[in-house]
């Protein structure tokens, strides 16, 4: 944040998404230019349907774009295989895991697919890059419990471990802390702000905790109808962004507090 | 934790052997071990026949139980974790269903083919061939739509369909058909194990093996798949080809499995859980084998009890299967208190 001119790790250029259906294109969002810098904690805010689920998916290569550009490292994500992409971009999905009777470590090791040989061993390597991502989680203590075992809060810890082990410089998650009180929502984003420090790594997160986000993150995106902007929180705050992001008739963005409120 | 394994494998592989000598050793004729083991080293015995029994048909009978065991294990194995279901099992996929219309075809549809035509029909091999070729189409179709099919669940959908059409099919071919016929189809639906000479157990192998060998490259997408399909992509597996080799895999194991020994309830399902419920893992590099050991234990177990050793009667295995295995599995879930998976 303090040096804008750090390594780009995900940047895309006139970047249209939305879905393509039998040659009838619907366009959620235009012309998106963004620019990820390396060790830069991101927030995603907008209201729901606005489409932060379709950019994330894009990003991704989940789902095709529809116009434009988006790259890796440099390195254009069309021209990314399965294997090479999983060793740069890593996911913490909403989705449950299918398999709840894995132990933490088990699952947690399942992050080094992308490096393991046939049968998937681990190396020495790979088995201290999986501790080391177990510590730096603090989720030692559940290293041997099986998932079912645990509660919410303590699963979305072993999932954002899993995706520390795939080592990667890029690392999304998806609503991170739906379904979680508040907090462990604090505590998981205060999580995710310790580890872009602790590992220089970057981590872009859709959120609907825009006042836990406005305080934590280095820069969001604010995603409105018209358009995507990224800037630093305070910025947002100045420019009077975040009014735009909900019908101002209900609730209205308090600068003085940085925070919603209802418009009674 | 993997010391213990090693242990759990040890001793699974000594009950294994056990059960392999316990299952030649017993029969309608019994045998004393000294010369059942004299037999199998080619020594001479007391009585001549008795090297006729046990290397003619208890030993081919005694592999054939291992690899169905080992078999319809695994690719219950393979469907399970496929299928993100505990209920799944290596039948899912409409492969009996086909197989069974094969069977029926020949042995009930051979009088529409003409009664000369009928005596040359319904010999073993036409009955194997037969039950090959179904499972090989209800596969080939399942195999289509599952290239074409995004969402992995339509796959288990599509192949109970499947099974109901040609459940449907065999309603129709029994109403025309006449009490022999039926008789025999029932016979062969009971499944049997003891029916297989050296050179056919060969052909069993042979594909068995094959199939074995595609389950054991897909341990690895097999491990994750278990995160899920999504997590699955997003640690580089490509879904497609590792859902078409478990696919594939399974289908090669329980189609020659039915077209060998008929169609045999309840192992495929069974015998994962209850592997389970003893190693505590969910890695697919200790399931695998241990659900190999593990089938090949209880199918020769259960083949020793059908065979009521000393008396003149076999009682069908796929009722033993069920008999001995259903309530073990629901001990075992009443006991843990949970399906684990």
């Known amino acids: ?264 | 934790m993997k010391a213990s394994y090693k242990y759990s494998f040890l001793i699974l592989g000594i009950i294994l052997l056990f059960c392999f000598f316990m299952n030649i050793s017993l029969g309608s004729v019994s045998i004393p071990f000294k010369d059942v083991f004299n037999s199998l080293i080619g020594a001479s015995t007391e009585v001549e026949s008795w090297e006729h029994i046990v290397q003619g048909y208890r030993l081919p009978k005694a592999f054939t139980a291992i690899l169905v065991g080992s078999g319809l294990g695994i690719s219950g194995l393979l469907m399970q974790t496929l299928f993100r279901n505990p209920l799944a099992g290596p039948f899912v996929l409409g492969i009996t269903s086909g197989a069974s219309l094969g069977v029926a075809l020949i042995i009930m549809g051979a009088s529409i083919f003409g009664g000369t035509l009928a005596g040359l029909l319904i010999s073993k091999w036409s009955l194997v061939i037969a039950a090959s070729l179904g499972s090989f189409l209800v596969l080939l179709a399942v195999l289509i739509v599952s290239m074409r099919v995004r969402d992995t669940m339509a796959i288990l959908i599509i192949g109970l369909m499947f099974g109901s059409i040609t459940a449907a099919v065999v309603s129709v071919l029994s109403y025309f058909s006449s009490a022999e016929q039926l008789q025999q189809y029932i016979f062969w639906g009971f499944g049997s194990l003891g029916n297989l000479a050296w050179n056919e157990l060969l052909v069993f192998f042979i594909i068995y093996s094959i199939g074995i060998l595609i389950s054991m490259t897909s341990i690895k997408s097999l491990n994750t798949l278990l995160l899920g399909e999504n997590y699955a992509k997003s640690l580089g597996l490509n879904l497609k080809k590792s859902r078409l080799l478990i696919i594939l895999a399974t289908s090669l194991l329980a189609g020659t499995i039915t077209a060998f020994a008929g169609p045999i309830a309840f192992i495929g399902l069974a015998i994962p859980h209850m592997t389970r419920q003893i190693f505590n893992t969910s890695n697919h590099k200790i399931l695998l084998p241990a659900v190999f050991l593990f089938g090949a234990i209880i199918m020769l177990i259960c083949d020793s009890i059908a065979q009521l050793p000393t008396s003149d009667y076999t009682l069908p295995i796929n009722a033993i299967t069920s008999l001995i295995g259903a309530p073990v599995v629901i001990w075992l879930l009443v006991r843990k208190r949970k399906m684990i998976f």
């Open chain 1, 1 to 264: 944040m303090s040096n804008n001119n750090q390594h780009i790790v995900l940047k895309t250029q006139d970047l249209a998404i939305g879905y393509k259906h039998k040659k009838v294109e619907t366009v959620v969002s235009k012309n998106i230019n963004i620019e990820l810098h390396k060790g830069e904690l991101i927030g995603l805010v907008g209201a729901n349907g606005i489409g932060k689920s379709t950019l994330l998916r894009t990003l991704t290569k989940v789902q095709p774009m529809l116009l434009g550009e988006v790259s890796i490292n440099n390195i254009s994500l069309d021209t990314f295989n399965n294997i090479d992409l999983a060793k740069s971009l890593s996911l913490v999905l909403t989705e449950q895991v299918a398999s709840k009777n894995m132990s933490v470590f088990e699952l947690v090791a399942l992050g080094r697919q992308p490096y393991t040989n046939w049968v998937g061993s681990l190396t020495a390597n790979d088995l201290s890059i999986v501790n080391k991502a177990i510590s730096q989680t603090t989720i030692e203590s559940l290293k041997h419990k099986r998932c079912f075992e645990l509660s919410d809060g303590q699963l979305q810890k072993v999932m954002i471990a899993r995706a520390l082990a795939q080592d990667t410089d890029l690392i999304i998650l998806d609503e991170p802390t739906t379904h979680l009180d508040m907090y462990h929502k604090a505590y998981i984003l205060k999580l995710l702000q310790k580890l872009t420090r602790d590992t220089n790594k970057t981590i872009l997160f859709s959120s609907h905790e825009i006042d836990l986000s406005i305080q934590l993150c280095d820069k969001l995106m604010v995603m409105t109808e018209s358009n995507v902007i990224i800037d630093t929180p305070e910025n947002h705050i100045k420019q009077g962004n975040f009014k735009s992001l909900f019908p101002e008739d209900l609730i209205i963005f308090d600068s003085e507090t940085k925070s919603f409120r209802v418009n009674k």
